[in-house]
């Protein structure tokens, strides 16, 4: 791809004229541009620089580049899939940069991080990085950009201790793990000045994200995307999305969604509002209202995520009229008890409803999101969820109807952290397939071995850095990664311990030193209340 990509770009924001001696930065999304542009968070992140006169800002992706600096000073990578390390590993070494922070010397760049995956756990990632911002990005970006001012014409080390000081910024060589018969013994901040814990950024306006640029080019051709609730209120035990980036905050209709909306409808017809639980913003039936108006006929609009009890006949016959064919909800089981084990405040009555509304308001699709291997989950919880799927195609008939289902995976930060994978939802996988597929219903499953090597990245410690590094010479199976094991037997667990093994709630946590929004008391009480 040639980098006549960017002309096609339409700008919702002012770049500034960079200073004379503005920080020469490069900020790299480690995928294609098509995926990278389609990312809201890397957006505003970029758009941030880009507005700040102290810094000159080259976009990076794997396929294409702007002009970039000769001697960058900071190279920053927004993370949002853990397989992208292996093009982070790559962006480096084609920037001529040492893959391992421990290798960088005062002539290299700091190379920063953020995003989801390394708010979560950064630990697998850890040696890669000089810097990991946690959180949100909205004041520590620029935190974190006026603490690399102070010491910029500092050695390496004295600028990584003063950015260790600043809320948010985890400095990973700053803290010292240690290990005792192949388990976390403890991990501590080098000396006292460096802070014990790192304390992940919440960002609490009521102004929130929406694009900065709109491209012909993005994964979702020419979308205006529009931030309109951060996190979930729901607390499903299991959910990074709810978990990690609580409290549930939402934008002011008046404030940030409706001049946003209005901004984007400047340069395209295309509207996605996104976040973890959109139609529980308490405005969001006047936000509608908004948006139908007669002067917005031909705006195109995509809901990121309905709560199945939202689903009522206005919302399906809104998205209809707006070039939705199909809705997605997520019941993640047709058992009511594995529902109420995760804290999935919803019945089969409601989900039955759904489809209903959907079919009166005139969506054709629905799809309904499952999971198997959910803790404590018995076949018969799964012959529910067949039962469910039957009973919902009886009700709404005509609508069709496909399942799509992913296997549990555990999640730093949340209270299901300490759970390993069924290695049985392999089979039940299948099974479901094999049932729903006699009853004409499309099921999707995702794929059992990606799900192990998620909850491998999503569980994994510091150890596994060199696994990273040779994994990605081998391909991205799950046989390349046992490949690895066998090659670093001694130095590190075996795959099942990090996958399948349930851990004990005693254990030293990889980010037990990363403060996420609950603290690990209280997400031992939430695990409590579901097994006790
Ligand atoms: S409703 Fe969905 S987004 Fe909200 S906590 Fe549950 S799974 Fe997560």
């Given at each position: 791809m040639t980098a006549s990509v960017f002309l096609s770009e339409r700008l919702l924001f002012t770049p500034a004229t960079p200073d004379a001696d503005a920080i020469p930065t490069i900020f790299a999304f480690p995928n294609e541009y098509s995926v990278g542009i389609t990312s809201l968070g890397y957006q505003v992140v970029w758009a941030t620089l880009a507005m700040r006169s102290d810094v000159q800002v080259s976009r990076l992706f794997t396929d294409t580049h702007e002009h970039l600096p000769r001697n960058p000073e900071l190279v920053g990578f927004s993370m949002s899939w853990e397989l992208d390390y292996v093009n982070i590993l790559q962006l480096l070494e084609f920037l001529k940069i040492p893959i391992r922070a421990s290798a960088r010397s005062d002539k290299d760049p700091l190379i920063f991080g953020g995003g989801p995956v390394l708010t979560a756990n950064p630990e697998p990632f850890a040696d890669f990085f000089d810097v990991i911002l946690l959180g949100d990005g909205e004041n520590l970006l620029g935190n974190f950009i006026e603490a690399y001012q102070d010491v910029r014409y500092c050695e390496r080390l004295p600028q990584l201790r003063r950015l260790a000081q600043v809320p948010g910024v985890y400095v990973p060589s700053l803290y010292q793990v240690e290990y005792e018969s192949g388990f976390i013994k403890s991990i501590e901040p080098i000396d006292g000045e460096i802070p014990s814990l790192v304390e992940k950024q919440t960002y609490r306006g009521n102004v929130l994200s929406a694009s900065t640029v709109v491209t012909p080019q993005a994964a979702w051709e020419n979308?205006?995307?529009?931030?309109?609730?951060?996190?979930?209120?729901?607390?499903?035990?299991?959910?990074?999305?709810?978990?990690?980036?609580?409290?549930?905050?939402?934008?002011?209709?008046?404030?940030?969604?409706?001049?946003?909306?209005?901004?984007?409808?400047?340069?395209?017809?295309?509207?996605?509002?996104?976040?973890?639980?959109?139609?529980?913003?308490?405005?969001?039936?006047?936000?509608?209202?908004?948006?139908?108006?007669?002067?917005?006929?031909?705006?195109?609009?995509s809901i990121a995520s309905v709560r199945t009890n939202t689903v009522t006949v206005k919302l399906a016959k809104i998205l209809a009229q707006r070039d939705t064919r199909s809705l997605t909800i997520a019941v993640e089981s047709g058992s009511p008890r594995l529902r109420q084990f995760i804290n999935k405040k919803l019945n089969n009555d409601e989900i039955i409803q759904a489809a209903v509304n959907a079919l009166a308001g005139g969506l054709s699709n629905l799809k309904l999101y499952g999971m198997v291997g959910i803790p404590s989950e018995e076949p018969a919880d799964l012959e529910q969820t067949v039962a469910m799927m039957r009973e919902i195609k009886k009700a709404a008939p005509g609508l069709r109807l496909t399942m799509g289902c992913s296997t549990f995976v555990p999640k730093a930060h949340t209270p299901f952290q300490w759970f390993g994978v069924n290695p049985q939802a392999e089979k039940r996988l299948k099974w479901l397939q094999k049932q729903l597929s006699s009853q004409g219903i499309e099921f999707r499953p995702e794929s059992y071995n990606w799900s192990v090597i998620q909850a491998l990245l999503s569980r994994g410690d510091r150890r596994l850095s060199h696994l990273l590094e040779l994994t990605r010479h081998y391909g991205d199976s799950q046989g390349s990664y046992r490949r690895a094991f066998k090659e670093l037997r001694g130095t590190l667990p075996d795959l099942d311990f990090y996958v399948h093994t349930n851990w004990s709630t005693d254990l030293v946590l990889p980010w037990s030193h990363l403060q996420g929004p609950i603290p690990q008391a209280t997400l031992q009480k939430h695990l409590a209340s579901a097994t006790g």
């Open positions: 979308i205006y995307m529009v931030e309109v609730v951060r996190s979930c209120p729901e607390m499903c035990r299991f959910c990074l999305a709810s978990y990690l980036t609580l409290p549930f905050r939402t934008a002011s209709l008046e404030d940030s969604l409706i001049p946003a909306i209005e901004r984007g409808l400047t340069v395209t017809d295309r509207i996605g509002l996104l976040g973890a639980s959109v139609t529980q913003h308490p405005e969001f039936d006047t936000l509608l209202d908004y948006i139908i108006q007669p002067k917005y006929d031909g705006v195109r609009l």
